[in-house]
Structure formats: C-alpha cells, structure tokens
C-alpha cells in the first residue's frame, strides 16, 4: 500500500527499529485509551516484554502501517501452532482514529488474511469493544458474523463487602470438598491433573464461535509460566478438591502485574458440571478475593470477562459488586470473504 506516502511494514519485536516501537507504542496506548478509557498508560517497556515473551506456539506476527513517518495503524495475525482450530485464525486491525475511513483498516485485513490462507486457515476470528463503535462499524461492513457477546465487567476493590465474602466462606462445604493454593508455577507432581483442571473451561458458553474444544499439555502450561516470569506477572490459582474421589472440582485463577498495580486480571474460573450446585463458584471467588486484600493492597480494579449467558457466574460477580464495564463482540468471518471485500474495495479506488 503505497499511497499517499503509506505502507505497510513487518514489525518484528525482537528486531524493530527504535522507531519503529515508539510509533507503535503511541499507537497502541491511543488505541487502549479508546477501549479501556480510564486505564493508565502502558509504558514502552511493558509493551516490549508484553510482545517479546510470546511463546512461539502461537505464532503471532504483526504489522504496522506508516504515513508520513507516523505510525497510524497495526495489526496482529495468530497462526496457532495446537492441534485444535487449525481452521481459524485470531487477528486484530487497528487504525488510530485521526486515520480511519481512508482505507488503511481494508489494507490491513488484506494483509493478514493473505497469510492466513497461505496458513491453510479458512476463518478469521477478530473483537469489537462498545467503547470503540467504529471496529463494529467496519464489522458489519465485512459482513462479519457475531459469534459470542462477552461481558467485560469490573469490581472495585472498595466496593468489596467483607461481610458477603465471609458468610460465602462459613457457607462452604468442607463436608465434601476442600481448597488448595497455588502461586506462580504449578507443581510438577500435580501437572498432569492441572492439565485436567483447565477442561472445565470447555464447558463455558462459546455462542455460535465455530470452535472446538483446547486442551493444555504440560509444555504449553510451561510455555506460559516462562512468558509470565519475563514479564514479572504473578499468577495465583484456588482449587476445589472432591474429597471422595481426590478430583479437581473447579478452580479459580488471576493475574497481577506490578508493572500495572490497580489491576487485577481474574482469569478462568470453572466448576465441573457433576460439583455443580453446592457453592463452590462462591467459596472459590471468596477465598481469592479474601487472599487478594490481605496481600494486595494495591490493587484498587479486578477485570474480567463473561459471556452474556453465562448466567450462572454472572450472577455470583455481580453479587460481589462487578459492574459492567464494557461489551466485546467476537465476529466470524470467511478467509475467502475478507479477501472479496478487501480486493473489492481496492478495485473501487
């Protein structure tokens, strides 16, 4: 794309220029700044260890569009290396918005969804954000389809009632379950059952998502805990043990960053459909949020994120005080359609 002194370049983390990743943080705090609103900055450091710890497994690539020495534009391509979703492809398009309808976006997704056929991959899987109408807006131009609505919701911290959590906690069924603790690392005698553990989350609302089941193994759990050391972030889980037959019931996890101090990521939390209906959604958010306030006081947000209909865990976060904070839409659409529109939308100029 070399109109109007615009192009399209590579941008390779562990190579780009100084430039290159000062343009590209501008651009990528302009663009959290229109999602998350009230969210701080995220320093150029941060940025760097955030995109320079991917495991290699996912195989994300990203590119970056320049005009007139301003980095104006992005986008990230994830062409996962697991056995599952061979199909689909994860990708992001954003294009700062002193910059948009001039056809920068359409170059874009022209880029991405070139390599994703290379890749073999026949869907591109993307997200939109209330806070931002103009990625909805071009969505619906592609003609993409609304796969699943999430939920972003968010709890401040002051808003917390010690009071609930702890009649949560005296309520639980200690009878037949017990908690477990883990920080950082999972241990390696218990790898293979937290392996176990994560299929609970296959059971989570997916809407109309063409997509299959994920399974963790050992090395893609290890994957993860390295990326998480580089970047300083701290991940602590709760579990659920059945006392009967030894099994993981459910589990709760977040994830803190020092570098971003008021927030706290709640990451996954799930309970087996057969544990279901005895609290243990509840006793498991309590005692982590009861964790979170004695050793982390200065966390002031927790963020996380559910499907609309998922009505069951919707209930116990806003029993607890999370608030919506705002909606993301994840959209299908065909490889094949997005290069008719984007070649389509080239020949029209």
């Known amino acids: 794309m070399a109109r109007s002194g615009v192009w399209i370049e590579r941008f390779e983390p562990g190579r780009a220029r100084a430039e290159a990743w000062r343009g590209y943080h501008a651009l990528s705090n302009a663009i959290r700044a229109e999602l998350w609103p009230d969210w701080p900055p995220r320093p150029l450091p941060v940025l760097r260890r955030l995109l320079t710890t991917v495991p290699p497994v996912w195989g994300v690539r990203w590119w970056i569009v320049w005009r007139r020495g301003e980095v104006v534009g992005g986008a990230e391509l994830e062409l996962s290396g697991t ?4 199909h689909m492809a994860w990708c992001d398009v954003y294009v ?8 920068i976006g359409t170059a874009l997704l022209r880029t991405v969804a070139e390599l994703a056929r290379e890749d073999g991959r026949r869907l591109l899987t993307f997200a939109t954000a209330a806070t931002a109408p103009a990625g909805e807006a071009f969505a619906r131009r592609l003609g ?36 477990g603790f883990w920080e950082g690392p999972y241990p390696e005698e218990d790898l293979a059952e937290v392996c176990r553990m994560h299929e609970v989350m296959n059971t989570a609302p997916r809407g109309d998502l063409e997509m299959e089941d994920f399974h963790w193994t050992p090395k893609l759990i290890r994957d993860q805990e390295e990326s998480l050391k580089k ?6 889980t709760v579990y659920a043990r059945h006392t009967a037959s030894g099994r993981i019931a459910g589990f709760t996890e977040v994830a803190w960053d020092p570098a971003e101090p008021e927030i706290l990521h709640q990451w996954g939390t799930g309970v087996f459909p057969e544990f279901r209906g005895h609290g243990l959604g509840k006793w498991l958010k309590a005692d982590m949020l009861t964790r979170v306030l004695a050793r982390r006081p200065q966390v002031k947000f927790v963020v996380t994120g559910n499907a609309a209909v998922n009505a069951a865990m919707l209930k116990i976060n806003h029993e607890l005080g999370f608030r919506l904070y705002n909606t993301v839409t994840l959209w299908q659409l065909p490889v094949e359609e997005a290069l008719a529109y984007a070649q389509g939308r080239n020949s029209a100029r």
Do not use: K, M, Y
């Open 83 to 86: 056995p599952e979703n061979r």
């Open 96 to 103: 700062h918005p002193d910059h948009r309808r001039q056809g």
């Open 144 to 179: 993409a389809t609304p796969g699943l609505v999430n939920q972003t919701n968010r709890l401040r911290i002051s808003d917390v009632d010690p009071a609930l959590l702890r009649a949560w906690l005296d309520r639980a069924p200690r009878d037949e379950f017990s908690l």
């Open 231 to 236: 970047r300083g972030v701290e991940r602590w």
